[in-house]
């Protein structure tokens, strides 16, 4: 069964950073992607995905620039380093798995995926 644990969300004032990180159990599949979602107040928004193939990646143009999301393969593991926060991106981030390699399906659509607990980000003027 697949499990999935967050950690390292926090409160920051704004400017600052953060880095998030996501840990997977249970895989059993070596093609996959991994990704994280900011829970908005009526969906999930993908923020950033990264595929276990060839480590290609996907960010929403919020996260652009400011976003880095890397893997640890070995691990199963991903890390989301988030700077120059703003209040806007607050919220409980969520890592997500699907079991397929495509970044752009995981981020755009999220459907498919498994979920972990969520982690709180909060970022204050």
């Known amino acids: 069964q697949l499990q999935i644990v967050e950690s390292g969300g926090g409160l920051v004032q704004a400017g600052g950073s953060l880095v998030l990180s996501c840990t997977a159990s249970?895989?059993?599949?070596?093609?996959?992607?991994m990704g994280w979602f900011r829970q908005a107040p009526n969906d999930r928004q993908g923020v950033a995905c990264i595929?276990?193939?060839?480590?290609?990646?996907f960010y929403s143009d919020s996260a652009k620039g400011r976003f880095t999301i890397s893997r640890d393969s070995a691990k199963n593991s991903m890390s989301l380093r988030m700077e120059s926060l703003n209040p806007s991106d607050s919220g409980i981030y969520y890592c997500?798995?699907?079991?397929?390699?495509?970044?752009?399906?995981?981020?755009?659509?999220?459907?498919?995926?498994?979920w972990g607990q969520g982690t709180q980000v909060t970022v204050s003027s």
């Open positions: 249970g895989i059993t599949s070596e093609n996959y992607a």
């Open positions: 595929s276990s193939v060839d480590d290609s990646t």
């Open positions: 997500a798995v699907r079991l397929s390699p495509s970044t752009r399906t995981l981020c755009v659509r999220g459907s498919g995926a498994s």
